[in-house]
């Protein structure tokens, strides 16, 4: 059984080309996109060729598709100087950015002034060398004009493309382990990937192509352990939740994007049917009804306003001993929010249940791996646990932790089968852990 890890390491950013045209320093996440790109560089190479060799009789159509590429160009040399500009205006009216920032910023405005001028001058010299090489003209250095082009035109190819190009920041590494590392090398590197930023979606995109392709060959992997970068990771799984972390988090999504107008009615009980107004598979008539009986019944000589009363239903979703949050970090509920929040509370309870008819019991279990029924195995969505070690003891030394028996850390300390240092617990080295 193997696990997966994949992390990331800084790189020194600068993008590189070699004297035989090879790049390096890109973002490539094995997509497929730097290749194209890449292609039409060396495609564009060809005016080094320009009026000589067997070039010589193409020269007006070679000097031709030159001029158009060099005012398409120009679209995308404009919208990009107006874009960094407005950056660089934008973060010099912030006042606080630091001066490299603003040095490079204004370097890649300054960058692309500097190519469109280029562009337009090289427009204008092929146009009179054009008419030169058509009237046949032999009293002009046609010669020397071209060999001073195709010098030209290739420091400005090699500096248009850096502005297409994405510089990478780090490297993606992907690692694979024996489930319990029982002999070194603990891991083996099997794929490093430049990158710049990356998401959620394309970090689990990279792990399924590694999961087939060691599947194909007849390992199992268990196990996918990852840094607290990508999240969403350990919460949602490749078909379903495996976190009951994600069903609050899409509860309240789904909640979000509810109107209200459409919650109050699920609460309000017509008179005549004695049903709610509008139906909601989550939301239980029986709380409409007692909403109702509390609105009606409560107070012998008046009823109980609604928006006081959904307040009163919020409360009762809960133990006695428990104070719920607001729907929004310190600030008291209103009508709407409190709608919102009693919605997230029955739409999460909702997805519990329906989870668990379909045998993932979130109810028994707060995290419910995914089978993989290729490898008869669990799979695992797991945290770097000094990751997870760093963010509890930051809590301890922060206060956060109310009641807590300092002399259980002493005990934990001299226990050497718990792996806690006392590094660790200081913070001198966060991540101050054996192997587990």
Known sequence: MVVIKADGCDVHKGLRESARHKWSGDVDLGDGSLQPLQSAYLERK????????????SLLEDLKRLEEE??????????????????????????????????????????????????????????NITWLVSEHITTANIRTDLGRLRKDILSYLSQFF????????????????????????????????PFSVVTDDCIRRLRDELRDSMISIGMVPVAFATDGEWNSLRTMGTERPISVVQLRMDSRKEATSTHVFDIEKYLTINKASNRPEKYHPAIPISDGLWLKDIME?????SQVPFDDAIHMLKRRQFPSSYEPY????????DKNSCLKSIMAQYIYRYKIDQWKLQGVDFVSHPYVPEFDERVGEYFHEREDHGHVLKRLT???????????????????????????????????????IPDC
């Open 326 to 333: 607001p729907w929004k970090h310190a600030t008291p509920d």
């Open 297 to 301: 019944n409560s107070c012998p000589n």
């Open 162 to 193: 850096t502005k297409l190009r994405e510089a990478a920041s780090h490297l993606l590494l992907f690692l694979i382990a024996d489930e319990k590392r029982m002999s070194k090398p603990y891991s083996i590197l099997v794929q490093a990937l």
């Open 70 to 127: 060099l005012i398409g160009d120009q679209e995308f040399l404009t919208d990009g100087e107006k874009t960094s500009s407005e950056l660089y205006n934008k973060k010099l009216d912030q006042g606080n950015v630091k001066e490299n920032t603003l040095f490079a910023l204004g370097w890649d405005v300054e960058g692309y002034k500097q190519l469109l001028k280029l562009n337009a001058a090289f427009v204008k010299a092929i146009s």
């Open 46 to 57: 060809y005016v080094e060729g320009l009026g000589l060799g067997d070039r010589k009789t």
């Open 394 to 432: 930051d809590s301890f030394r922060n206060g956060n932790i109310p009641g807590i028996d300092l002399r259980r850390y002493v005990d934990a300390l001299k226990d050497p089968s718990t792996g806690l240092t006392k590094q660790a617990l200081t913070g001198e080295r966060k991540q101050n």
